[in-house]
C-alpha cells in the first residue's frame, strides 16, 4: 500500500480557510480525517473523503481530486489548533500519513 | 456511554512481552470490528492490527506481522494484543479503536485514551 504525504505544518489566521492534503490517496475509497490534541486520542473528523461525522462542526470538509484528498477547516478557531492524520483504506491494511500541525496564528 | 478502555501497559524490558487489554462498552461489542493503533512519543499514528467482528479475519502491519497476535472475546465485551520480541522501536501510546463496520467502512469512529508501552532495559 502507497505511503500518505502530509505537510508537516500549517497556519491561517482566525476566521481563515486553511486546507491539508494527503498525496498518495488516489487510489483508496476511504479516506478518513483525524484531529489529535496533544496527550489526547484522535477523533474522526472526515471519513469516507467527504462524510462528516455528527457533531463535527461544518466548518471541517474533505474532497479528493485525482492522487491528493484534502481536509480544509474554514473560519479558523483557536480550538481548531491540533494534529491532523489523514488515513486511507486497501482492504487489509491500513495507512496514516505522517500527521500537520496546524497552528492558528 | 459509547467507551473503550485500554489497560495493561507498562515497562518491559527487551525481547520482553506483554498482553494488552481493551474493554468496551455501550454498544454492541461483537457487531463491529476492532484494531489496534499505536503512536511512538512524538511521531505518528501507525495501524498496527486488525480483527473482525466473528474473530475469523485478522490482519496485521508489516512492522509486528510474526510477533504480535490480536484476539477478542466477545463474551466478554474485550480485545486484546498479545506482543511478544518487543524492541525499543514498540515503544509507544496504543490504542484500541472501533471500526465503524456498518456506516463508514475503513474508518475508525470510537478510540479508547491509550496505554504506554515502554521498552527499555
Known amino acids: 500500500q502507497s505511503a500518505l504525504t502530509q505537510p508537516p505544518s500549517a497556519s491561517g489566521s482566525p476566521g481563515q480557510s486553511v486546507t491539508i492534503s494527503c498525496t498518495g490517496a488516489g487510489h483508496y475509497t476511504y479516506v478518513s480525517w483525524y484531529q489529535q490534541y496533544p496527550g489526547k486520542a484522535p477523533k474522526l473528523v472526515i471519513s469516507e473523503v467527504s462524510k462528516r461525522p455528527s457533531g463535527v462542526p461544518d466548518r471541517f470538509s474533505g474532497s479528493k481530486s485525482g492522487n491528493t484528498a484534502s481536509l480544509t477547516v474554514s473560519g479558523l478557531q483557536a480550538e481548531d489548533a491540533a494534529d491532523y492524520y489523514c488515513?486511507?483504506?486497501?482492504?487489509?491494511?491500513?495507512?496514516f500519513g505522517g500527521g500537520t500541525k496546524l497552528t492558528v496564528l | 456511554q459509547v467507551q473503550l478502555v485500554e489497560s495493561g501497559g507498562g515497562l518491559v524490558k527487551p525481547g520482553g512481552s506483554l498482553r494488552l487489554s481493551c474493554a468496551a462498552s455501550?454498544?454492541?461489542?461483537?457487531?463491529?470490528?476492532m484494531n489496534w493503533i499505536r503512536q511512538a512519543p512524538g511521531k505518528g499514528l501507525e495501524w498496527v492490527s486488525y480483527?473482525?467482528?466473528?474473530?475469523?479475519?485478522?490482519y496485521y502491519g508489516d512492522s509486528v506481522q510474526g510477533r504480535f497476535t490480536i484476539s477478542r472475546d466477545n463474551a466478554k465485551d474485550s480485545l486484546y494484543l498479545q506482543m511478544n520480541s518487543l524492541g525499543v522501536e514498540d515503544t509507544a501510546v496504543f490504542y484500541c479503536?472501533?471500526?465503524?463496520?456498518?456506516?463508514?467502512?475503513?474508518?475508525?469512529?470510537?478510540w479508547g485514551q491509550g496505554t504506554l508501552v515502554t521498552v527499555s532495559s
Open positions: 480483527i473482525s467482528s466473528s474473530g475469523s479475519t485478522i
Open positions: 479503536a472501533r471500526e465503524d463496520t456498518h456506516s463508514n467502512p475503513g474508518t475508525f469512529d470510537i
Open positions: 488515513c486511507s483504506y486497501g482492504g487489509s491494511r491500513w495507512v
Open positions: 455501550g454498544f454492541i461489542f461483537s457487531d463491529y470490528n
